[in-house]
C-alpha cells in the first residue's frame, strides 16, 4: 500500500456504496431458536437427535441450520445445550421494548486487519485500536438498537457514538502504514439485527481486473464505460487511430505514415511531471520538447485495460437468530456505516477534513471478496473470505456478549501497484 506521511490517500479498497438487497431465507417469519429445524415454535426430541448426528457428521447442517447459533458451520455442545434449554422450557421471541445500547468494544488481538496478496498468501497487518483526541484507547463503537418488529424480529440499529479513529499501526514490512478510519457519526439507521433469523446477511464483493482492453478484438473505450468500468492509463493512450496503443503525442497514434488521425489522450488530466496544468497526452506537459520530460496523469500498469466495477452479491443461506448488518441497503432504508480513510506513515492520526465519507457493508455472516483475472492474468482469480459472528438480542446490553462483525474488499493496484483482497474483523470478544 502507498504511504502518504501527512497527506492523504484515498485507495478504492473502502470505496463501498453499496445497495446490498437482502432477502427472507424463508417463507414463513415464524420465530427461530437453537434446535427448532422446523420452524414450528418449539423443540422435540427427534430435532435434539438431529443436533447430535450433525455434530457426529452423521447428519448435515443443513438439514437443521438454525441448531448452529454462531453460524461458525458446525454444532457445539454448547448449541445443544440450548436446544435442550429450549425444549425444556419455550422457544425466545425478541425480547419486549427496545434492545437499548451496547458498547461494542474491538479485541485488539481478535479483530485484525488482513490482506491476501495471492491464492493462497495472505498476512495479518495489525489489530485494530481506537484513538481519541490524540490518544490511543480501545476501540469502540456503540449501537442503539430499537424495538424488534413483532412479525420478522428485526430492529434497527442506529450507531450513536465512537472513537475517533479506528486505527491500524503497523510499523513492520512489507505493510509500513497507519491505517486510520474515522467513523462519521451518529448516524441513523445504519443497519438491522434480526433477533429471530430468516434472512441472508452474507455479502459478496468481486472485481474483474480484465473485461477487455482497448483495440483489441474490437474492444472500445465506449465497451467499457457502458459497463461502469473504467481504463488503465487514459491519458497516455491512443483515442484515436490506433487506439489502445501507448503514445505521448498525437503523431504516435497516426495508423500511417502520412495519416493525421492519430489523437493521444481519451480524457483531459492534470500534469504530473514537467510543467503544470491540464493535459491530455504526455507531450503537453513537457518543459523541454527535445528531452520529452512531461507526464501527463498517472501512467497505469496496464494502459488501456478495461477494470470492471466492484460488484455485491447476496450470499445464500440463513445468517440465523441474531445476524447484524451494517450496510446500505434500500429494503430496510438504511445508511450503513460511514467512515472516512486516511493512510499515514506514523501516529497519531489526522483528521481527513472535506474528504468525503464511504459507507462500509459489515456482516455478522460471511464476507467474501473475489478478483477475476488477478494481476490482469486471464487464468488467474483471487478469492479471500471471513466468517462474522452473530449477536444476542436477548442478551444485547452485554458488553462481554458475542458479536464479530466482517467486511472483505478487492482492491487492484494498491499494494505496491499489485492487486489485494482487504479483510476487516470487528470482534467485540
Known amino acids: 500500500m502507498p504511504k502518504a506521511g501527512g497527506t492523504h490517500v484515498r485507495p478504492a479498497v473502502v470505496a463501498l456504496a453499496l445497495w446490498v438487497g437482502f432477502s427472507t431465507a424463508?417463507?414463513?417469519?415464524?420465530?427461530?431458536?437453537?434446535?427448532?429445524?422446523?420452524?414450528?415454535?418449539?423443540?422435540?426430541?427427534?430435532?435434539?437427535?438431529?443436533?447430535?448426528?450433525?455434530?457426529?457428521?452423521?447428519?448435515?447442517?443443513?438439514?437443521?441450520?438454525?441448531?448452529?447459533?454462531?453460524?461458525?458451520?458446525?454444532?457445539?455442545?454448547?448449541?445443544?445445550?440450548?436446544?435442550?434449554?429450549?425444549?425444556?422450557?419455550?422457544?425466545?421471541?425478541?425480547?419486549?421494548?427496545?434492545?437499548?445500547?451496547r458498547r461494542f468494544t474491538l479485541n485488539q488481538a481478535r479483530s485484525p486487519f488482513?490482506?491476501?496478496?495471492?491464492?493462497?498468501?495472505?498476512?495479518?497487518?495489525?489489530?485494530?485500536?481506537?484513538?481519541?483526541?490524540?490518544?490511543l484507547e480501545p476501540a469502540f463503537l456503540e449501537f442503539d438498537a430499537g424495538e424488534p418488529d413483532p412479525a420478522t424480529g428485526v430492529a434497527t440499529i442506529n450507531v450513536t457514538n465512537a472513537s475517533e479513529f479506528l486505527v491500524i499501526n503497523s510499523s513492520q514490512p512489507p505493510a509500513n502504514i497507519v491505517l486510520c478510519l474515522k467513523p462519521v457519526v451518529p448516524v441513523q439507521a445504519a443497519g438491522v439485527v434480526a433477533?429471530?433469523?430468516?434472512?441472508?446477511?452474507?455479502?459478496?464483493?468481486?472485481?474483474?481486473?480484465?473485461?477487455?482492453?482497448?483495440?483489441?478484438?474490437?474492444?472500445?473505450?465506449?465497451?467499457?464505460?457502458?459497463?461502469?468500468?473504467?481504463?488503465?492509463?487514459?491519458?497516455?493512450?491512443?483515442?484515436?487511430g490506433r487506439v489502445g496503443e501507448v503514445c505521448r503525442k498525437n503523431v504516435d497514434c497516426n495508423t500511417g505514415v502520412f495519416d493525421s488521425d492519430g489523437v493521444c489522450g481519451l480524457a483531459a488530466s492534470t500534469c504530473t511531471q514537467g510543467k503544470a496544468g491540464a493535459c491530455r497526452a504526455d507531450a503537453d506537459c513537457d518543459i523541454d520538447p527535445v528531452a520529452e520530460d512531461g507526464v501527463?496523469?498517472?501512467?497505469?500498469?496496464?494502459?488501456?485495460?478495461?477494470?470492471?466495477p466492484l460488484q455485491a452479491t447476496q450470499l445464500p443461506?440463513?445468517?440465523?437468530?441474531?445476524?447484524m448488518i451494517l450496510a446500505p441497503n434500500e429494503q430496510f432504508n438504511l445508511n450503513g456505516l460511514p467512515v472516512k480513510l486516511r493512510i499515514q506513515s506514523s501516529l497519531p492520526c489526522v483528521d481527513p477534513g472535506d474528504e468525503p465519507a464511504m459507507p462500509f457493508a459489515l456482516t455478522s455472516g460471511i464476507a467474501h471478496g473475489t478478483i477475476e483475472h488477478f494481476g490482469n492474468e486471464a487464468d488467474q482469480t483471487l478469492n479471500f473470505e471471513l466468517r462474522g459472528e452473530n449477536?444476542?438480542?436477548?442478551?444485547?446490553?452485554?458488553?462481554?456478549?458475542?458479536?464479530?462483525?466482517?467486511?472483505?474488499?478487492?482492491?487492484?493496484?494498491?499494494?505496491?501497484g499489485s492487486d489485494i483482497v482487504s479483510g476487516f474483523t470487528f470482534s467485540g470478544h
Open 317 to 323: 443461506g440463513d445468517s440465523g437468530p441474531g445476524a
Open 114 to 135: 488482513q490482506a491476501a496478496l495471492a491464492p493462497g498468501l495472505d498476512f495479518t497487518i495489525g489489530g485494530f485500536q481506537g484513538q481519541t483526541n490524540g490518544q
Open 26 to 101: 424463508r417463507a414463513a417469519l415464524a420465530a427461530a431458536c437453537v434446535g427448532d429445524c422446523n420452524g414450528d415454535g418449539e423443540v422435540t426430541v427427534n430435532e435434539l437427535l438431529v443436533l447430535v448426528n450433525i455434530t457426529l457428521d452423521t447428519a448435515a447442517l443443513s438439514s437443521c441450520a438454525v441448531g448452529d447459533q454462531n453460524d461458525d458451520g458446525q454444532i457445539t455442545v454448547n448449541e445443544i445445550i440450548g436446544g435442550v434449554n429450549n425444549a425444556l422450557g419455550s422457544c425466545p421471541g425478541p425480547p419486549p421494548g427496545s434492545l437499548g445500547v
Open 391 to 416: 449477536f444476542s438480542c436477548s442478551d444485547w446490553k452485554n458488553p462481554a456478549g458475542p458479536g464479530r462483525l466482517v467486511l472483505v474488499a478487492p482492491a487492484l493496484h494498491q499494494f505496491q
Open 296 to 308: 501527463c496523469g498517472t501512467p497505469a500498469p496496464h494502459p488501456g485495460v478495461c477494470n470492471g
Open 195 to 240: 433477533c429471530n433469523g430468516n434472512f441472508t446477511f452474507g455479502v459478496g464483493i468481486s472485481q474483474n481486473h480484465h473485461i477487455g482492453q482497448l483495440g483489441v478484438d474490437g474492444f472500445t473505450a465506449e465497451n467499457c464505460t457502458s459497463g461502469d468500468g473504467q481504463i488503465e492509463g487514459p491519458n497516455q493512450i491512443c483515442a484515436g
